[in-house]
């Protein structure tokens, strides 16, 4: 009992021993910084050659980014209305391209090691150098007239999510780039002697799709609905993050407010995510974790 | 564990039925590969081409003449090149060994040692991941003070060794990781630190390819730390030189192809790093699943 006793006191010890730099790093560089912006955010900051001065405003700044900003709010609503319509264009994409990759084809490295690419580019400078270059059009589109085309054949409510989706085609599938692989691992995954039962049984690709490819992929798909709304949310390029960064050092609204436009921002993602979590993980019937094996 | 290459299932000769799928397949990749493509064709535009109108996709008289201008650039500055390159490859040496150590041992513990509040820590971890990175450059900025990492290169590396997502992966690799490979160890007497290198560094070497393709990115392309912590020019970063450069070059003609060269001379290294590491950064991500 006692030597037990001793080997879980070790345990922990070496757990936290384990653990230790990084809370250190975590503590110092992530968490404290976050308090702090909460606390800056009930605040009026001025920061002056011998240091910051503070004034403690209540919520004075969430009440001026929702009733007086002439930008926040706009632009707030813009970009959600844009993630809310490239989210399920991204999900559906990658699974599609997933499924295309799973297919018993040859150079299968060659076309993930291609689709993985954009992690290299999406991150940093070379992102914004490619924008500054307008590599991130598609110089085809513009010149042989797609665009026309479509203007001229559908209505206007069809035809305008369709051109941006087709001009924005470089970025979508940029940021489709992981989400392939989370789909590619969950397809592994499915014991392929289930599809060789049903297709025994006469199933057809079509109902195998619908009836086992796509409830055992489910579980990635909220995986993937999580990474896609985290990942366009923190992408250094969107416009409300531009926003608080240049409000960061104005010296009329300042750190202050910049901090409580990020934590409103942060809220409407943790909303976001929490209600898709919800949606999602209701109805969990088929596991194919425990069918699959 | 399934892994993820265990039924090799590809056929050996490409069969008349698959033709369509290499046709979408090759279509797609064609437009994922477009904007590197455009990148080097961009550099080796002549100072014509960089300005026709409309604006052509393929260079058609390839030139070396903007990296020749790029070097003259460089070489009338008071501080050598070299130095911010130094800087560099010392600051991303460290951080990707430092940050993927640090990850590899928080992970290891918050998934196989039994402790109290591991949960608390994993779940601010995943706070930590959707903040907006932006908000909290000052704070940060105070404490880099206070430490007196200010016009150090160690304020280059000490503040972004915590990486989130670093150790997010490396933990849901660590899981997939059986009990019972580390409780056979165990009882064979091979104490925590021992089972962590001989059994678990092994085993998550592909997670760990990830996380340091993250981290290089990250230390490779930082410009804030340079711009917010570093007075003294001589300790700044490669890639706040380039930025640099170009954003003074910018409205003038010539800075244009220069401008071009200096993102393809920062994106290389990306590029070169990744072809190194894919096939394994690409297992990981199979493996882990991201759950």
Known sequence: MLLRLIRKRREMFTGYLFVLPWIIGFLLFMAYPIYFSLNMSFNRVLITSEGINTTFVAWDNFKYAFLSDPQYVEELVVFIQQVVFIIPIVVIFSMLV??????????????????????????????????????????IVERYGIVQFLEANFSSTWSEPIITVIQQLIIILWYSGVQILIFLAGLQKVNSQIYEAASIDGASPWEIFWKITLPSIKPFILVNIVYTTVDLFTNALNGVIGLIKEHMFKLNTGFGYATALAWIYFAIIFVILLLVVLIFSRNEDYNPRKAGR | MNSFHGNKINP??????????????????????????????????????????????????????????????????????????????????????LSITISAMAGFALSKLQFKSKKLIFEANVIALMFVPAAIAIPRYFIVDTLGLTDNLLGHIIPILAMPVG??????????????????????????????????????MPAMATVAILAFQMAWNNTETSEIYMNNETLRTFAFYMTTLTGNLENRVAGQGIAAAAALIMFVPNLIIFIFMQSRVIDTMAHSGLK
């Open chain 1, 98 to 139: 997933a499924l295309l990759i799973n297919q018993p084809i040859r150079f299968k490295g060659l076309f993930r090691g291609i689709f993985f690419l954009p992690v290299v580019i999406t991150s940093g400078e070379v992102v914004k150098e490619l924008f500054s270059q307008g590599a991130t059009s598609i110089p």
């Open chain 2, 167 to 204: 150790l997010f992966l490396i933990k849901q690799f660590v899981d997939q990781i059986p009990n019972e490979l580390i409780q056979s160890a165990s009882i064979d007497g091979a104490t925590n630190f021992m089972i962590f290198r001989k059994i678990i560094i092994p085993v998550i």
């Open chain 2, 12 to 97: 050996t000769r490409i069969h008349r039925s698959q033709l369509k799928y290499y046709l979408f397949l090759i279509a797609l990749s064609a437009f994922m590969l477009l904007p590197i493509v455009f990148m080097f064709s961009q550099a080796l535009k002549p100072i014509n081409e960089l300005f026709l109108y409309p604006p052509r996709f393929f260079v058609e008289n390839p030139t070396l003449k903007n990296f020749l201008d790029l070097f003259n650039v460089t070489s009338v500055t008071v501080i050598p090149m070299t130095r911010f390159l130094f800087n560099s490859v010392v600051v991303t040496g460290c951080v990707v060994f």
